[in-house]
């Protein structure tokens, strides 16, 4: 037996000096990847884990102030395919897409295309209805296909379709937010995406009798807005109706906001889109021809609808812009409304402005009538006592070379003389040779209203949680004190005059019991002489003495050939009076009628029931209203006790003095018919002459000459029929 | 034939190595409790570690009765389970099977016992039989013995680089090259046989590698080329490691390991469980204890009492530390995936109860090692 040689021993202590500098090698390298790499790993190892397929939150829904929902999200189903697991199915691939396809109304071959791809993920279509996923669950069953995944997706739907669409904005494939709230709110409204895992191996393939996971899935916040549902609905009708009147050419935009704290309460721009199908035909294009269009018009077509003109758009204000003037005038003191100025041509640096009325001035008056007439020589004249600096100051004051910061998306810059020179103040002060957006305009408009504080116009109210709790709440933000409470008092005295007067330029805007006050404009652009393109608008607020509303209506480029004409008192401020009567009725502003509007109150009469009376007891009831209600007897052969059978109009209806009540003594297969006169530009008391000789009752609406009628002339009427009238005056500005 | 020299007056009880015994027993106490973590996602997972329970209680009792036995006498009845297997190396070459699970046809299937790879005891058989032509050398027995040396030790070699298993392969060939590096094979005549290693291993590559082997070392240099087999699996071990951090995910709470992405990871990659959920201070202490249990099979080596059991322990110990220092660095990512488990961890019966038997010839050398005069004094 021999004993270990040195040389063993010695390489014996060699093989545990390799060992032990293997085994060290292995504890740093341990050591670098858990200790130094760790937090790399340890991030790696959780975006790993929660690789799997992807479940959408359900994105967080918009509502009116009121919390009437206007934007929600379905619940609906999406298909989504492990290839890899998909092509171990026992049928061929081909037939898989080929029923895919047929199931799913798609073309098969993109589908087999997918089926064919090395990843561990693909989406094959997203928002199907619970039915078709249904469907696709049975045949996967039928047919033993696996690596077919029906999971819950969701899908925006707007309950009012286009109401409000530039506000709310739109949503992309991905329920991404792309416009309006819905893209400026998105990281709020979408909430946290979550996975359902499953357990795979090492290729991805789902492991038998495993549980799927559903984890960290977050629904999205909702959002309520500053907007009244209803408001807004009032808003887009009456701008709609003007848009189709007017046959405005360019677009039109309307905003109602409360003055006292700067909520937006109703926002239509014109031409718009409706956003459950944003990238289809828009809401006023007729859908053959839009069918017709190539992509490129049809992009081109998107950037028009899709325009937030109250926000994104500039424009010369025009003579609106010269309550602005009038309030720095009033707060500095140089004018007072009984002031006597004339509207007298005024040169300024080599250029004559006259006014609107050149060819008959008002001559001298009071700066109210001034503000009343629009004359634009009284502004520039004050403009000028003012001087460049302090009228700039104003403006400035006012927010006009700010953006308001309105949460929208896009809101536009105002385009201001950087170093104005006196020329350019003098076409300021009634509103010429700037830009600035609408929504400014309402917003100082705002600040006149409620005593003189600029407020940031607000849209959106609070944030809240799928249960109702709030998340965050948006304070009103006043953002400057602009002017005096006596000044802010005094000019709405003047706005009102200029509704109220009856020859002053606002009163299309009149609302019998409601105090309006605001200013008519007509903006000429560059565009008005090659193509007589003008933007009429109006801007209101009301009720004078306490304004809970503010509205501005802007008609861009009303077509030349319109009968209407282009100027704002004649056809923004009709669309201003029936924001403002909608808007306060709904509210529940109490309507306090002036001595005049009792008067005009006085003469209607309500027709009272005499169906069954003798016709001396009906002549007697109809007498006994105390009102010149006149009424006629249709039949033959009747004495006094013949009863009355039928009578038009019906019992209820509220008519004009003169108005006609046919009675019949027999029942009429149908009433005698007769024709419809000719009354436009009549007055309303001429037009109840006219129509009250053939038998046939009038319902007027407005005030000054009949504008619109609501049958054609000619049409065959049944006598006694009611027949509503439009009036305006025409011969404003 | 040979007659043997028996160590006499041996008390077993008094003389038994504790130490090593114990710290094989507490790696595989370690290994059951991971094992049982990586296997609880799987339907079957209970049984998996129940069978090996059962190995492993099968494995002590074959290392005790071994350690019985007086190593000398393997010099005599070493050489029978050396022929038997080869025999069955040479029956798994025609008529193997798990090529499919495992990438070689080197397995059998026994009835009861389950499936059973004999290239596992043909390692021991291996290091049993050239330790008796390797004492021969050593003790100036040259010549005839050289030519019995290599030819024993080319057969099993031979047999097993033909299965395709490179592991295996590899286990082999470090075993030799480690017990003639003992022998005092001149360092002159090592590096020769270094240089003459490239060609061969040129030679393995184009002509006795398989794709699936081929992968395997290619990806092992670039993991981020693959992502469905070799480079994906290392690329999700060393995530989930590098995720258990300094403290680990806690047992049975590893995500990955119990989600299922982590590869093979009841057996390969079952370092990888220990490093996810035991963190780097679990990852430590095992490999610690891999390192004493190596130190005191060196110290055992040294201290053999001949040439004899001196050539069999370190041969022994060179397979497990072959296993043990590539299996954790194929998980850590710093050698290429071959496929050999972690001995004492792993699931598999047959690499357990042969890794026993190991154990057990190392006991029955340890036990008729020299003492220390001090110790002998007592």
Known sequence: ?733 | MYSVEKTKGISFIKSFDYILFITVLTLSAIGLVVLYSATLSFENGDSMVLKQGLALAIGIVMALVISLVDYKDFKIIGIVFYVISVVLLVYVKFRGVGAETWGSNSWMQIPVFGSFQPSEIAKITFIVVISTFLERIKEGQGGKNIAKFLIYSAIPIGLVILQNDFGMSMVFIFVFFVMLFICGLPYKYMLGAFIAAIPCGVFTWIFLLNDKRRDRIRFFFNPEDDQSNAGFQVLRSIRAIGSGQIFGKKLFQGIQTQRGTVPVKESDFIFTVIGEELGFIGSAIVVIIIFFLLLRCVYIAKNSRDLYGSFLVTGLTAMMGFNFVENIGMNIGIFPITGLPLPFVSQGGSAMITNYIAIGIILSVSIRRKRSIFNSSQ
């Not at chain 1, 250029?351 to 020589?377: D, L, M, Q």
């Open chain 1, 1 to 733: 037996m021999a004993g270990l040689g040195l040389t063993m021993k010695k390489r014996l202590i060699f093989l545990l000096v390799t060992f032990s500098v293997l085994i060290a090698a292995l504890v740093v390298r341990v050591g670098w990847i858990q200790i130094v790499q760790g937090d790399f790993y340890q991030k790696k190892a959780f975006s790993q884990q929660t690789r799997g397929r992807d479940i959408s939150p359900k994105r967080g829904t918009i509502f009116d102030r009121n919390g009437k929902p206007l934007a929600v999200s379905a619940s609906v189903e999406k298909i989504t395919i492990n290839p890899q697991e998909v092509r171990e199915s026992k049928l061929d691939q081909e037939t898989i897409a080929d029923n895919l396809g047929e199931i799913l109304g798609m073309n098969p071959e993109g589908i087999l295309k997918k089926i064919k791809k090395k990843s561990m993920y693909e989406i094959i279509k997203r928002k199907i209805d619970d039915e078709v996923g249904n469907n696709i669950r049975k045949w996967a069953k039928e047919h033993d296909v696996g690596g077919i995944y029906i999971d819950e997706d969701s899908k925006r739907y707007y309950p009012n379709r286009n109401l409000a669409a530039h506000i709310l904005g739109f949503t992309g494939d991905d329920n991404q937010g792309l416009d309006g709230i819905e893209a400026v709110m998105d990281k709020y409204l979408k909430g946290v995406p979550g996975k359902i895992l499953s357990e795979t191996d090492a290729r991805g393939r789902g492991l038998p009798l495993n549980e799927e996971k559903h984890i960290g899935v977050q629904d999205g916040a909702n959002i309520v807005l500053t907007i009244d549902e209803t408001i807004q609905y009032f808003a887009q009708r009456a701008l709609e109706k003007a848009v189709t009147d007017n046959m405005v050419l360019n677009g039109a935009t309307a905003i109602v906001t409360d003055p006292r704290n700067g909520d937006i309460l109703a926002m239509v721009s014109k031409p718009d889109f409706d956003p459950n199908d944003p990238f289809g035909c828009p809401t006023d294009t007729d859908k053959a021809e839009w069918e017709g269009m190539s992509s490129e018009e049809k992009k081109a077509m998107f950037s028009v609808v899709w325009r937030n003109k109250a926000v994104v758009d500039t424009y010369e204000p025009g003579s609106t812009f010269k309550a602005i003037t009038a309030a720095a005038g009033l707060e500095e003191g140089i004018v007072t409304p009984q002031t006597r100025v004339n509207d007298f041509p005024v040169i300024v640096q080599g250029n004559t402005i006259k006014c609107w009325r050149g060819y008959r001035p008002h001559g001298e008056e009071s700066f109210a009538e001034g503000v009343y007439n629009s004359c634009n020589p009284v502004f520039v004249r004050l403009a000028q006592v003012m001087g460049v600096s302090k009228f700039y100051k104003y403006m400035k004051a006012f927010g006009f070379y700010d953006r308001t910061g309105i949460e929208l998306p896009g809101e536009a810059q105002s385009q201001i003389h950087a170093q104005p020179k006196e020329i350019d103040m003098a076409v300021a002060a009634f509103g010429q040779r700037f830009q600035i957006s609408p929504i400014q305009l309402i917003s100082s408009y705002g600040a006149i209203a409620n005593g003189g504080t600029l407020m940031k116009p607000r849209v959106i109210k609070e944030i809240t949680d799928s249960d109702g709790n709030i998340i965050e709440r948006f304070e009103p933000q006043p953002v400057r004190n602009v002017i005096s409470k006596q000044t802010s008092d005094t000019l709405c005295e003047i706005l009102e005059g200029v509704v109220s007067v009856d020859t002053a330029t606002g009163g299309n805007a009149y609302v019998p019991g409601y105090r309006v006050a605001g200013k008519t404009g007509t903006s000429e652009t560059t565009e008005t002489k090659s193509k007589g393109r003008y933007i009429a608008s109006f801007s209101a607020f009301a009720p004078a003495d306490n304004p809970v509303i503010c509205v501005l209506v802007v008609l861009d480029y009303p077509d030349p050939s319109s009968p209407f004409g282009h100027g704002g008192g004649k056809i923004a401020a009709p669309v201003v009076r029936d924001i403002i009567e909608n808007s306060l009725e709904y509210l529940g502003v109490e309507r306090r009628y002036t001595e005049k509007d009792k008067e005009e109150l006085e003469d209607q009469v309500t027709v009272p029931d005499v169906r069954g009376k003798s016709t001396a007891e009906a002549r007697q009831i109809l007498s006994a209203t105390g009102v010149n209600l006149k009424y006629s007897i249709e039949g033959e052969g009747y004495d006094n006790n013949t009863i009355v059978v039928e009578q038009s109009p019906k019992p209820g209806i509220s008519l004009t003095k003169k108005s006609v009540v046919i009675l019949y003594t027999y029942k009429p297969q149908q009433g005698i018919k007769v024709k419809m006169p000719d009354i436009k530009n009549k007055t309303i008391d001429e037009a109840v002459e006219t129509l009250s000789k053939v038998g046939l009752n009038v319902k007027g609406k407005g005030i000054g000459v009949v504008v619109e009628q609501q049958f054609e002339p000619g049409t065959e009427l049944e006598k006694g029929t009611v027949v509503e009238v439009e009036l305006r005056f025409l011969d404003t500005e």
